[in-house]
């Protein structure tokens, strides 16, 4: 059996950083590590909705050393730490008990394979793209690879993840021309000689990637490069992405009646209730949906021709106006919306550590409820 990895802190935050990219989360929001020591070793993390201080309980006692969350551990700047309120009660217990805190917020709404595919997927919506599209984190990589090392190049940064545009891979353009350098008397130039000018072909090379893996692409192509000074640019992209974004828009497979498919939102979130505003004009086929408040999506459900939105967090003059205009509202409620990423996300560590030989268990948080009742 091959050698396991020891797993650190930064390890795991490395690895949200590559599924759920920091450049996809908010401005405002506060992702990544909240609290603890990025060196410290970690066997067991604990995915979960919340960090309160039931859950730093729950992971001293099944061992885990990392609390891997959805919604951050330090939100709103904090003015003060102490035992006495919420998130300090959280942040003294897991400080004594050497527990870490990594949260990805926004970052996993966005992303593809996050929380709004799942609870897309979980709704039975087909053919789902982003109801708000984000400007990516996409990185354009222009490299200059003399005649002949092309394909050996292409390969190692294609190995990498560059090259990847929506559902085609192994993407690229090059152009020929004349490269022209000198080396000093300390060089031993690929060709040419020492302190003489020397002009090549070579091919430019242009393909892009998500910045998340710049460190790994630019590794690879160094290592697969024949040149002592690797020619190479990188620009940031502001081209939009059609897999990432906030909400997701999908169509049924059978269309439904609004009662009908309230109930089937119900049945498929295991919420008791939900609450209902405004009506479509005929049968729900096309559904907009956004895990956690996503009211400020109204206007892109209602351009993208959404029949029904569902979300939590829908306020009073949210519903009124999805009234008025026509889109059926359905608030299923935050945590009803959300706490399927306890689950998701802990199946999809689990599918990426299998490739990797890391010795870490996932373990889901249970017993989360959600601070509201009904009576
Ligand atoms: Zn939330």
């Known amino acids: 059996m091959a050698k396991q990895k ?109 929380l709004n595919d799942w609870l897309a997927a979980r709704l039975g919506l087909q053919q789902t793209v982003p109801l708000e599209q984000s400007v990516g984190d996409l990185l354009k990589l222009v490299v200059f690879v003399p005649l ?37 008397a300390a060089t031993s130039p690929f060709i ?34 024949p040149y002592e000074e690797v020619a190479f640019d990188l620009y940031p992209l502001a081209n939009q992405r059609s897999d990432v974004g906030l909400g997701r828009i999908g169509v049924l497979e059978k269309p439904l009646d609004l009662p009908a498919f309230a109930n089937q939102v119900k049945q498929a979130l295991g919420v008791e209730h939900l609450r209902l505003a405004g009506q479509c004009a005929g049968l729900v086929k096309k559904v907009a949906v956004c895990g956690g408040s996503g009211a400020s999506l109204i206007s892109n459900a209602l351009r993208t021709g959404a029949d029904c939105l569902v979300t939590g967090d829908i306020k009073y003059h949210d519903a009124q106006r999805a009234r008025a205009e026509g889109l059926a509202l359905i608030d299923a409620g935050h945590f009803g ?39």
């Open 148 to 184: 002949g090392h092309e394909e050996a190049v292409l390969e190692a940064i294609f190995t990498a993840g560059a090259g990847v545009a929506g559902n085609y891979d192994r993407c690229s353009f090059r152009t020929r021309g004349t490269g022209s350098f000198r080396g000093n």
């Open 192 to 225: 040419g000689h020492p302190e003489e000018v020397t002009e090549t072909e070579e091919l430019r090379i242009e393909t892009i990637f998500p910045a998340a893996l710049a460190t790994k692409v630019v590794a690879k192509l160094q290592k697969a490069h």
């Open 337 to 375: 919306t959300e706490i399927l990423m306890v689950q998701q996300l802990s199946a999809k560590l689990k599918r990426t550590l299998a490739d990797q030989q890391w010795s870490l268990e996932i373990i889901e948080m249970s017993g989360e409820e959600d601070p509201f009742s009904w009576i």
């Open 6 to 114: 020891q797993v650190r802190v930064q390890d795991i935050s490395g690895l949200i950083n590559q599924l759920y990219p920091v450049a996809l989360a908010e401005e405002w929001d506060n992702v990544g590590l909240q609290l603890g020591d990025p060196a410290a070793v970690v066997d067991r993390v604990l995915v979960c909705l919340d960090v309160e201080e039931k859950t730093i309980a729950y992971a001293e006692e099944v061992g885990a050393q990392l609390v891997l969350s959805h919604h951050p551990l330090i939100y709103r700047p904090l003015k003060k730490i102490v035992p006495g309120d919420g998130a300090g009660k959280a942040i003294f217990r897991a400080l004594r008990q050497g527990i870490a805190v990594v949260s990805a917020h926004t970052n996993l709404d966005r992303a593809k394979e996050g």
